[in-house]
């Protein structure tokens, strides 16, 4: 089955293109996750055929059946990526192979079929190449991309799959939250956990995303930007937002960030941090860190920044921390220097404005 190492991909370009004049203007403000490219990647698999028909082709809607096992058991995954321009013009990726490591290990806790990892990193490449004309013009944009699979057998028993959906999706994206460079406020969600031991945590699964969003909604009720979670066993340990790690700035020069005990997701922002950061001279530690030393550090003043990371929007402080007992501030309430620095010498690798001395960046075109 999956033993297939390479498939050819039917390039299929759309007869019916975005006009030229109309995408430049929609590339102007592409917000985030509304806009998207005339293409997409799309590979098939059934038990019978392994992976198959792999075709890059115009963005089109796709007929389901209502028992299209996924919409009933929700066994799906996805990834989130990026294509950036780099200064001297030419397009590349960050780290693909890492998504393409993780899309496998989410594939296997999801009971799915593992897509090759060179399959993974062709789709994306291929689409890439096509959609090439849709680079936002923005300061800070870029080409999201949004490789994701699916149960699509028609069958409501109860049992892994034996038909799959893969796709890629292109979307162009200026920044990601709509406060810019300022700090985020966070709301601790006292009720709700987001995955527990032996769970599904670190996968990037939808059904992750789907048990956090009344976590998200009381968050935006009570004016925050985004929800931390807890650990579920003992409602104490700092884990991770809904969409993004966490670090801790310690006024000794000590980064501490929650290890990954399977209930975390394992960011390869947070990978790359952590590589920056001891070549900064930091001491990065993963290890557990309470939600009371948080605050008590944070009042003490031993604690100086507190920043989240991922893809979407790369590094961005926190500066107040809200829960139903009251709240906190982290140091001035805004972003904080290492944060910046961290942020920045991340950005200019990702940009090709620093030297890539761990080749993480991967040149296209
Ligand atoms: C995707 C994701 C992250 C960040 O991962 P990156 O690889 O850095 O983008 C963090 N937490 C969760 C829950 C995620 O889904």
Known sequence: ??????????????????????????????????LFTDH?????????KGWHDAAIQKRESIAMDPASSVLHYAQEIFEGMKAYRLSDGATALFRPEENARRFADSARRMAMPVLPEDMFLQSVERLVDLDR????????????????????????GVRPAKEYL????????????????????????QDYSRAAPGGTGAAKCGGNYAASL??????????????????????????????????FVMDDGKLITPPLTGTIL???????????????GLEVVEQPYAIDQWEADAASGKLVETFACGTAAVVTAVG????SKGEFTIGSGGPGQLTQRLKNRLVDIQRGLAPDEHNWVKRLF
């Open 1 to 34: 089955m999956a033993d297939v190492q390479s498939l050819d991909f039917r390039i299929e370009p759309s007869s019916t293109p975005v006009p030229a004049a109309q995408r430049t203007q929609l590339l102007e403000d592409p917000g985030f996750g509304t």
């Open 40 to 48: 997409m990647a799309i590979i098939r698999y059934s038990e019978a």
């Open 133 to 156: 004309e849709w680079f936002p013009s923005v300061e800070g944009g870029s080409l999201y991309l949004r490789p994701f699979m699916f149960a699509s057998e028609v069958f409501l």
């Open 166 to 189: 893969y796709l890629v999706l292109a979307s162009p994206a200026g920044g990601y939250f709509k406060s810019g460079a300022s700090a985020i406020t966070i709301w601790v969600s």
């Open 214 to 247: 009344v976590a998200q909604a009381e968050a935006i009720e009570k004016k925050c930007d985004q929800v931390v979670f807890l650990d579920a066993a003992e409602q104490r340990w700092v884990e991770e937002l809904g969409g993004m790690n966490l670090f």
């Open 266 to 280: 394992p960011g390869i922002t947070r990978k790359s941090i952590m590589t920056l950061a001891r070549e900064e």
């Open 320 to 323: 107040t921390v809200r829960s």
